[in-house]
């Protein structure tokens, strides 16, 4: 329980007894094909091992089986291995294993619990305010858990003796309230100075009792810079959250790009026009240094359909257009992954070009927080980095850098068009 195997070259994995596929029912094919013949998972890949044998596939699995296969990438010829599948990076946490034992019986209480609550908040005017603003709807609904004091701060869960102290973990605050880990503590204070000096957004001071609806209503700030701050609130939440289960922190920047990025493709959805309050700049393409080639990659993913397309350009310095591709993606499991096949996509466009280096871009925020900690992962994209990582050794120097959404406009107009083409 707990526990994938996750594929290189298949030879040391078993087909039918090892968990190995992670959407299907216990991480293990459903049945067996009348005649089937695999045995380990090689069996079920072309010679090369770097891609899967559609043939061999239907000729062993049932359909349902073989399109969870097929979404599973291969690249790298390495050792099968095997990694914790309750974290996205693989790597086994203990916190993480407590969570997954205790999961069922906390999922059926808080459903109870949070039932009649959700129904009654539907007509609360927080709430109604709340859903108006451009930001993800997972930011509404951690927004909706600090204005009824949900989160599990410690705070909150030692007074529901369910932690032995209720001091902050991070800078030893005598009480770790959400207003605290939100925006005293030294890490939310950090967050926030380095907003200011990237955007010019400033926290507004806030009442620990109003903050909320003070935030909400608008007579704080601007309506960006309001989504803004709610986004980083939910960066700095995930951040503590890292902390609190053994996880490497998102640094700041890359959690302040995330806020400002998702916050200005929404707005931009509604309205072009600049706002009077603001001074966040629209983010635009810059290029990369004199002799170096810029690789921006982008990634369409449908969750429903769970299938994809990538795109890539590969531009000069002086701007002018190099190379570009697109490629649809039948199946893939995640938007990660789709992310990473891009990136791979994109290094590939440019591995037999004349650069004297080569700066990939992508605006998946994921990505370039695995690519950094690619030596200790053991997550479903490994084969991927690996891939990666034997291409860019080829140049003098490799970056991977994160890129606002607004600055990654080709990109995702190619992935774009692939995924409406069958290309």
Request: hydrophobic residues 40%; charged residues 25%.
């Amino acid at each position: 329980m707990g526990l994938i195997r996750r594929i290189g070259d298949g030879t040391s994995t078993r087909v039918w007894e090892d968990r190995w596929i992670p959407m299907a029912i216990g991480n293990k094919p459903i049945c067996r094909r009348d005649g089937g013949t695999a045995i380990h998972v090689c069996d079920l890949m072309t010679p090369d091992g770097r891609d899967w044998d559609v043939e061999a596939l239907e000729h062993n699995l049932i359909p349902m089986d073989a399109e969870a296969v097929r979404r599973i990438p291969l690249g790298h010829t390495r050792d099968d291995f095997w990694a914790w599948s309750e974290e996205k990076h693989g790597l086994y946490i203990v916190r993480s294993a407590y969570r997954m034992l205790a999961r069922n019986e906390a999922q059926q209480r808080h459903f109870d619990e949070n039932r009649a609550a959700h129904s009654a908040s539907m007509d609360d005017p927080m709430w109604k305010m709340l859903w108006k603003c451009k930001v993800p709807p997972k930011v509404r609904v951690f927004w909706w858990r600090v204005a009824h004091e949900f989160l599990p701060s410690r705070a909150n869960l030692h007074r529901r003796h369910m932690e032995p102290l209720g001091t902050c973990e991070t800078c030893g605050a005598q009480a770790e309230t959400s207003f605290h880990a939100l925006t005293e503590c030294t890490y939310a204070r950090a967050f926030w100075q380095r907003l200011k000096e990237l955007t010019g957004v400033k926290l507004p001071l806030l009442n620990q009792r109003t903050r909320v609806i003070d935030l909400l209503d608008g007579s704080l700030c601007s309506e960006l810079e309001r989504n803004i701050i709610l986004c980083g609130m939910w960066s700095i939440w995930q951040s503590r959250n890292d902390r609190h289960h053994g996880k490497k922190e998102i640094q700041l920047k890359l959690a302040i790009d995330w806020a400002t990025d998702v916050c200005l493709q929404l707005m931009s959805a509604v309205s072009q026009k600049p706002n009077e309050h603001g001074r966040v700049v629209c983010p635009s393409w810059s290029p990369p240094p004199p002799g170096q080639l810029k690789v921006n990659t982008d990634a369409a993913f449908s969750k429903d359909e769970l299938s994809g397309a990538t795109g890539a350009v590969v531009r000069r310095d002086d701007g002018s257009f190099v190379k570009a591709a697109a490629r649809r993606l039948p199946s893939v499991a995640s938007a990660l992954i789709a992310e990473a096949e891009a990136c791979r996509d994109g290094i590939r466009l440019v591995s037999l070009l004349p650069a004297a280096g080569i700066i990939l871009e992508t605006d998946s925020l994921e990505f370039v927080s695995a690519w950094m900690h690619r030596q200790q992962q053991r997550s479903e994209i490994v084969s991927i980095l690996e891939d990666i990582q034997v291409v860019a050794a080829d140049f003098s120097y490799f970056e991977v850098r994160h890129v606002h959404r607004m600055a990654n406009k080709l990109a995702h107009v190619c992935a774009s068009h692939a995924s409406s083409c069958n290309i």
